[in-house]
């Protein structure tokens, strides 16, 4: 055990593992936040709360981390190489560490220009890898990045996001093993729409006996609508769905009623699928259905461990 | 090269402001290879300025010139007493050409005329791509000749990020993804076991960060008494 979060236990105790998605909103008022966390307490092992998702100006994951930590739920706050250099970043995760946060997950981010502030100054002084080093070696080896040493230990659960969809597609396999030999615990990967391609990755990934050393939760995003469906393929990077999925929304008369079995259809073929260890539910302005999702694909009631 | 870009001509014109006599100042190199600020470019530039001052009913006299160089004393020196004739100068070189009169003569106006944009060479005729940052810690042997710090947009060091899509960065699929080229040069090399190796974060000191950067080379320096 290294840190002792709800979310190391239940994947420690062979469990399938689940998490939710919470996304700070545009003001300071996180009352809407705070619900969803609410509506989803016992769904979900913990809850990831994105840093400033798509480049947009949010409130920063970490405070909300902390608001979740006073309502006794467990925040995996998300850390973005974007804003902040390694000065910045350590910081932060020391300040989190502080408020009680134990799961920190290591990202690139998604482009500046892609945000409301496209004329921001990208930091980018480490990328992903060198932050989960970075952190690992921080926690593991008392030392910052710099080298120098910290006065007092620092613990928490480290993860990173994998896209099996990107490209080139041999190298995501062999990235994978960068970010284990990195030092992170557990994967969340990109939203699964391309079944067929995440099983084709995770016979790779099992070929190297990866899944052995890192717990993969596979990312399901539950379709809302078809012109949701069409946005995500169009317009957010890292993406794909097959024009099967879409094509399935588009013939269903309840076209909700369909996006929520999809997203329950993945869940129940995670589970079959070997060295899945969970998985990461992202339903973005539709948090109110991750109840209801957990509890259909047959992961309801969470384990207490 | 150094590769500009003429500003808008609105601006220039709101950079000349109320001054009556006018020199643009061509540079006779990058920016006359990549056609920003050449003898041709300062004299097209000259001649609109002339005809905006007639249509406008002001007096002015504005007249071009091209010096081999902006960014050295020696050619800057020999044009002196022509410089001294002007009340602002529209320099058509790259930032440093500006800032090297400025700072031989201050009592100059030397005003820019070009957006300096970057290091790169030209693909095609008429289209010039970056390559080169300055970083000040060259990477290219990593990566055989593929520059990441430039033309990944995210400057990561162990790519690619999860944008990267059918060879094309996740800003714009005008853009090349630098870790797919990467990745495809290495593999076509036999080479890809060296990606496996975590590149630590890098020094930054030795770019900008650390300051405008000056090099000293006492055993060319005249005046290091040896
Ligand atoms: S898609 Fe490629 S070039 Fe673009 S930011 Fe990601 S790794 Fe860099």
């Given at each position: 055990?290294?840190?002792?979060?709800?979310?190391e236990?239940?994947?420690?105790?062979?469990?399938?593992?689940v998490?939710?998605?919470?996304?700070?909103?545009?003001?300071?008022?996180?009352?809407?936040?705070?619900?969803?966390a609410?509506?989803?307490?016992?769904?979900?092992?913990?809850?990831?709360?994105?840093?400033?998702?798509?480049?947009?100006?949010?409130?920063?994951?970490?405070?909300?981390?902390?608001?979740?930590?006073?309502?006794?739920?467990?925040?995996?706050?998300?850390?973005?190489?974007?804003?902040?250099?390694?000065?910045?970043i350590q910081?932060?995760?020391?300040?989190?560490?502080?408020?009680?946060?134990?799961?920190?997950?290591?990202?690139?981010?998604?482009?500046?220009?892609?945000?409301?502030?496209?004329?921001?100054?990208?930091?980018?002084?480490?990328?992903?890898?060198?932050?989960?080093?970075?952190?690992?070696?921080?926690?593991?080896?008392?030392?910052?990045?710099?080298?120098?040493?910290?006065?007092?230990p620092?613990?928490?659960?480290?993860?990173?996001?994998?896209?099996?969809?990107?490209?080139?597609?041999?190298?995501?396999?062999?990235?994978?093993?960068?970010?284990?030999n990195a030092?992170?615990?557990f994967?969340?990967?990109?939203?699964?729409?391309d079944?067929?391609?995440?099983?084709?990755?995770?016979?790779?990934?099992?070929?190297?006996?990866?899944?052995?050393?890192?717990?993969?939760?596979?990312?399901?995003?539950?379709?809302?609508?078809?012109?949701?469906?069409?946005?995500?393929?169009?317009?957010?990077s890292?993406?794909?769905?097959?024009?099967?999925?879409?094509?399935?929304?588009?013939?269903?008369?309840?076209?909700?009623?369909?996006?929520?079995?999809?997203?329950?259809?993945?869940?129940?073929?995670?589970?079959?699928?070997?060295?899945?260890?969970?998985?990461?539910?992202?339903?973005?302005?539709?948090?109110?259905?991750?109840?209801?999702?957990?509890?259909?694909?047959?992961?309801?009631?969470?384990?207490?461990? | 090269?150094?590769?500009?870009?003429?500003?808008?001509?609105?601006?220039?014109?709101?950079?000349?402001?109320?001054?009556?006599?006018?020199?643009?100042?061509?540079?006779?190199?990058?920016?006359?290879?990549?056609?920003?600020?050449?003898?041709?470019?300062?004299e097209?530039?000259?001649?609109?300025?002339?005809?905006?001052?007639?249509?406008?009913?002001?007096q002015?006299?504005v007249?071009?010139?091209?010096?081999?160089?902006?960014?050295?004393?020696?050619f800057?020196?020999?044009?002196?007493?022509?410089?001294?004739?002007?009340?602002?100068?529209?320099?058509?070189?790259?930032?440093?050409?500006?800032?090297?009169?400025?700072?031989?003569?201050?009592?100059?106006?030397?005003?820019?005329?070009?957006?300096?944009?970057?290091?790169?060479?030209?693909?095609?005729?008429?289209?010039?791509?970056?390559?080169?940052?300055?970083?000040?810690?060259?990477?290219?042997?990593?990566?055989?000749?593929?520059?990441?710090?430039?033309?990944?947009?995210?400057?990561?060091?162990?790519?690619?990020?999860?944008?990267?899509?059918?060879?094309?960065?996740?800003?714009?699929?005008?853009?090349?993804?630098?870790?797919?080229?990467?990745?495809?040069?290495?593999?076509?090399?036999?080479?890809?076991?060296?990606?496996?190796?975590?590149?630590p974060?890098?020094?930054?000191?030795?770019?900008?960060?650390?300051?405008?950067?000056?090099?000293?080379?006492?055993?060319?320096?005249?005046?290091?008494?040896?």
């Open positions: 055990m290294i840190v002792g979060s709800n979310l236990k239940v994947i420690n105790s062979g469990n399938f593992a998490t939710g998605e919470l996304g700070p909103p545009k003001s300071a008022d996180i009352e809407t936040l705070k619900h969803h609410e509506e989803m307490r016992h769904y979900v092992d913990a809850y990831n709360i994105t840093d400033n998702q798509t480049a947009i100006v949010r409130t920063s994951s970490i405070a909300c981390g902390a608001v979740l930590v006073q309502m006794g739920l467990e925040p995996i706050i998300q850390i973005t190489v974007r804003d902040r250099n390694r000065v910045c910081s932060d995760v020391l300040g989190a560490s502080a408020l009680g946060i134990k799961n920190v997950l290591c990202l690139s981010g998604d482009h500046q220009q892609f945000g409301n502030e496209p004329g921001a100054k990208g930091v980018y002084d480490i990328d992903s890898m060198q932050l989960i080093k970075g952190l690992k070696d921080m926690r593991d080896d008392g030392v910052f990045m710099g080298g120098e040493e910290l006065e007092a620092v613990s928490y659960y480290l993860g990173a996001v994998e896209n099996p969809f990107a490209d080139p597609f041999e190298y995501r396999v062999d990235r994978l093993e960068k970010k284990v030092g992170v615990s994967i969340q990967t990109q939203c699964i729409f079944l067929e391609r995440f099983k084709k990755w995770m016979e790779l990934v099992r070929e190297r006996g990866l899944h052995k050393k890192v717990a993969i939760l596979g990312g399901v995003t539950p379709i809302k609508s078809l012109g949701a469906a069409r946005y995500m393929k169009n317009n957010v890292g993406i794909t769905i097959p024009d099967e999925v879409i094509d399935r929304i588009k013939g269903a008369e309840k076209k909700k009623e369909e996006g929520l079995k999809i997203a329950i259809e993945t869940i129940e073929q995670l589970k079959e699928i070997e060295g899945v260890a969970g998985a990461h539910v992202m339903a973005i302005a539709w948090e109110e259905k991750v109840p209801e999702i957990v509890e259909r694909a047959g992961l309801y009631p969470r384990p207490n461990v | 090269m150094i590769v500009g870009e003429r500003k808008p001509f609105e601006q220039i014109e709101e950079i000349v402001d109320s001054n009556s006599k006018i020199l643009v100042l061509g540079c006779g190199t990058c920016v006359t290879v990549c056609l920003a600020g050449g003898q041709k470019e300062a097209e530039l000259a001649a609109s300025l002339r005809i905006k001052c007639k249509k406008d009913n002001k002015a006299e007249d071009a010139l091209t010096i081999e160089r902006q960014c050295e004393y020696e800057v020196d020999q044009v002196k007493s022509r410089l001294d004739e002007y009340e602002i100068i529209i320099s058509l070189a790259c930032g440093v050409g500006v800032q090297t009169i400025t700072e031989r003569y201050p009592s100059l106006l030397v005003m820019p005329g070009l957006n300096t944009k970057f290091m790169g060479y030209p693909l095609e005729q008429g289209v010039w791509s970056e390559r080169c940052l300055g970083c000040g810690d060259c990477v290219l042997h990593l990566t055989r000749g593929i520059c990441p710090v430039t033309r990944c947009a995210k400057s990561i060091l162990n790519g690619p990020c999860g944008g990267s899509a059918e060879g094309k960065c996740e800003l714009s699929p005008e853009i090349d993804c630098a870790w797919h080229l990467i990745h495809e040069r290495l593999s076509n090399l036999g080479r890809l076991k060296e990606l496996e190796t975590i590149q974060p890098k020094d930054w000191s030795s770019s900008h960060h650390g300051g405008p950067r000056t090099i000293v080379r006492e055993d060319v320096r005249l005046d290091s008494g040896e």
